[in-house]
């Protein structure tokens, strides 16, 4: 659907994003060097490797490709030392989160669809790819997972995935449909936490 250059890059981009997001998390809970890098790579790769685990791609690319953990730890690394600075940007650090939640759902999904995986396995696998790792980020800091509260995130994340899907089965090819998938994503999710949208939640 897109060159693999394309997706290696987007790859690389919500990596670098996610690894920041699980760092600053680790920092937040006064955690050291090794323990910020550790949970960042975490972030930004545990998604993607039980997608590789789940369509057979082994081994997975955070091991099989130096790029991805050399990106994340890095990643992870600049933000232990920014994190002051980037404190005070909390807008941009939540814009590229949701861009990497975009960027990761993209990518999981036509992976999946490039191994063969049915289209629902292949959504359901997309959106794994995109929250797998702040599922791990939140187990590991101690909090309640993200995704498993009110807020409007694995529900976009799926959203995005189908759209993906429904453009593959349409045959569309390019980086085209990969990049505006991955735009309404974000868009979504920004208004999603600009308008304080929520999922229902059962009264106790």
Known sequence: MTSGYGLLAADLVGVAVFAASGASAAIAKRLDLFGVAFVGF??????????DLVIGAVPPLAFADWR???TAVL?????????PQLN???RTVLLLDAAGLGLFTATGTLKALAAGVPPVGACLIGMLTAIGGGLARDLLTGEIPV??????YAMVSLGGAILITIFHGLG??????????ALLMTGVRLLALYRRW???VAVP
């Open 68 to 70: 991805y953990p050399v």
């Open 172 to 181: 569309l090819s390019g980086p085209f449909p990969l990049v505006i998938a």
């Open 198 to 200: 929520s999922a229902p």
């Open 147 to 152: 995704v498993l509260q009110r807020d409007i």
């Open 88 to 90: 005070r940007l909390r």
């Open 42 to 51: 975490v972030a930004a790769l545990g998604g993607g490797i039980v997608r």
């Open 75 to 83: 990643a992870s690394i600049a933000v232990f030392w920014l994190h």
